[in-house]
């Protein structure tokens, strides 16, 4: 069964940074020989869930135009872990986080898209003051 479980989620003033952690656990075949397509995802009470960034099995990295140029999104592949580094946050970003992942995944039509996922995490809260 895959597990996807985020933290790092916190309280932070605005212009400051966290990272978020996404472990990834679970799968039936050797992740050293086969890819997986990957994102963070952000929601607010009484909103939708936006995608925020996607990394895909060739490495290809998609940006929200809200955070591209202040947020990272990055993986270590040995220990499966999923990163998100989110600098100059703004009151805005307030939100819970979730990762998510679509195993052995080599590209998705729309990387920002929840169908294109199949495992999602419980979400981790990023509150952001001014």
């Known amino acids: 069964q895959v597990q996807v479980e985020e933290s790092g989620g916190g309280s932070v003033q605005g212009g400051g940074s966290l990272r978020l952690s996404c472990s990834l656990s679970?799968?039936?075949?050797?992740?050293?020989?086969?890819?997986?397509?990957e994102a963070w995802f952000r929601q607010v009470p009484g909103k939708a869930r936006e995608g925020v960034a996607a990394?895909?099995?060739?490495?290809?990295?998609s940006y929200a135009d809200s955070v591209r140029g202040r947020f990272t999104i990055s993986q270590d592949k040995i220990n499966h872990i999923l990163f998100l580094q989110m600098d100059d946050l703004k009151v805005e970003d307030t939100a819970t986080y979730y990762c998510?992942?679509?195993?052995?995944?080599?590209?998705?039509?729309?990387?920002?898209?929840?169908?294109?996922?199949?495992?999602w995490g419980q979400g981790t809260l990023v509150t952001v003051s001014s």
């Open positions: 998510a992942t679509r195993p052995a995944c080599i590209q998705v039509g729309r990387p920002m898209a929840q169908a294109e996922y199949k495992y």
């Open positions: 679970g799968f039936n075949y050797d992740r050293t020989r086969a890819t997986n397509c």
């Open positions: 990394l895909d099995g060739w490495g290809r990295i």
